[in-house]
């Protein structure tokens, strides 16, 4: 069962913030849920980030809260300002 909490429309940022409750036995990696997010959203998996999946111990309900971007150049553009260089560290090309 998708339950959808909040479906906010960003358009800074371009893109949708979404909050979707789900319901499994077990916790659902960001692979399927990035695959719960698109059919329900009807987005192309490319354009959806995951940022977390959240469950309580001993529930069967997982709150999922993900991105959906217009494109997928939107989407690594706002993960590469989301990124942080350490200190001594090489940054990736």
């Not at 399927?32 to 987005?43: G, P, R, T």
């Not at 977390?52 to 989407?75: H, M, N, P, Q, V």
């Amino acid at each position: 069962m998708v339950q959808v909490k909040t479906d906010i429309k960003n358009d800074l940022m371009n893109r949708r913030e979404v909050e979707v409750l789900f319901e499994s036995d077990k916790t659902p990696s960001f692979v399927e849920s990035s695959k719960i997010i698109s059919d329900q959203f009807k987005a192309n998996e490319e354009n959806i980030f995951v940022e977390g999946i959240y469950g309580s111990f001993g529930k069967r309900e997982f709150l999922i809260k993900a991105s959906i971007y217009d494109t997928k150049e939107l989407k690594e553009a706002a993960q590469k300002r989301a990124t942080k260089v350490k200190k001594g560290a090489t940054p990736a090309a």
